[in-house]
């Protein structure tokens, strides 16, 4: 009997944490996070969220569940493009978290408790929250010849010391 509510209680911390592909966002441990499908034309583009995850495309990347975050997508020779994905309360996850808490209710065991507040406490906001847009199909569009990608990182400095002013004579 003790195995069963031991399987239940496994089977409720299933439950309340989701049942999206699960990922770590980079620096932000356990939180609850969800992946986006980022598939773009040409393939092989670089895509970064603003959390420091990165991959080639196609792939997924994993944003937080409870506030989402940004997508940047490049590639030598097109127009960088960035999307701001965000989040909001899904009804399904609320109710899978409702219907755990009455079964709780009518057969409380301490073990099940003890997992499902330990699960709440790690999945926090997130447990209840899911991103509004998962898929990303993006179609890059070229630079015409002299064009700028003005969403592009900035190229580094070379560090050399160039003089300000070269009228003054510094020989003497």
């Given at each position: 009997?003790?195995?069963?509510?031991?399987?239940?209680?496994?089977?409720?911390?299933?439950?309340?944490?989701?049942?999206?592909?699960?990922?770590?966002?980079?620096?932000h441990g356990l939180a609850p996070s969800e992946t986006a499908h980022i598939v773009t034309l040409p393939?092989?583009?670089?895509?970064?969220?603003?959390?420091?995850?990165?991959?080639?495309?196609?792939?997924?990347?994993?944003?937080?569940?409870?506030?989402?975050?940004?997508?940047?997508?490049?590639?030598?020779?097109?127009?960088?493009?960035?999307?701001?994905?965000?989040?909001?309360?899904?009804?399904?996850?609320?109710?899978?978290?409702?219907?755990?808490?009455?079964?709780?209710?009518?057969?409380?065991?301490?073990?099940?408790?003890?997992?499902?507040?330990?699960?709440?406490?790690?999945?926090?906001?997130?447990?209840?929250?899911?991103?509004?847009?998962?898929?990303?199909?993006?179609?890059?569009?070229?630079?015409?010849?002299?064009?700028?990608?003005?969403?592009?990182?900035?190229?580094?400095?070379?560090?050399?010391?160039?003089?300000?002013?070269?009228?003054?004579?510094?020989?003497?």
């Amino acid at each position: 009997m003790n195995l069963g509510r031991t399987t239940l209680a496994l089977g409720i911390l299933v439950a309340v944490s989701g049942c999206a592909k699960m990922q770590f966002v980079k620096g932000h441990g356990l939180a609850p996070s969800e992946t986006a499908h980022i598939v773009t034309l040409p393939a092989g583009a670089l895509a970064q969220t603003n959390y420091g995850d990165s991959c080639r495309t196609p792939c997924y990347l994993p944003l937080l569940r409870d506030r989402g975050g940004e997508i940047t997508v490049s590639a030598p020779g097109f127009h960088t493009e960035r999307f701001t994905v965000t989040s909001s309360v899904s009804a399904q996850q609320v109710a899978q978290r409702t219907t755990s808490m009455a079964v709780e209710a009518s057969d409380p065991d301490p073990v099940a408790l003890g997992l499902t507040a330990l699960a709440n406490v790690m999945d926090g906001r997130g447990g209840v929250m899911e991103l509004d847009e998962r898929d990303f199909q993006i179609e890059l569009r070229p630079l015409a010849e002299g064009e700028e990608d003005l969403l592009a990182p900035a190229t580094p400095l070379t560090g050399e010391r160039v003089p300000i002013d070269l009228s003054v004579d510094t020989s003497q």
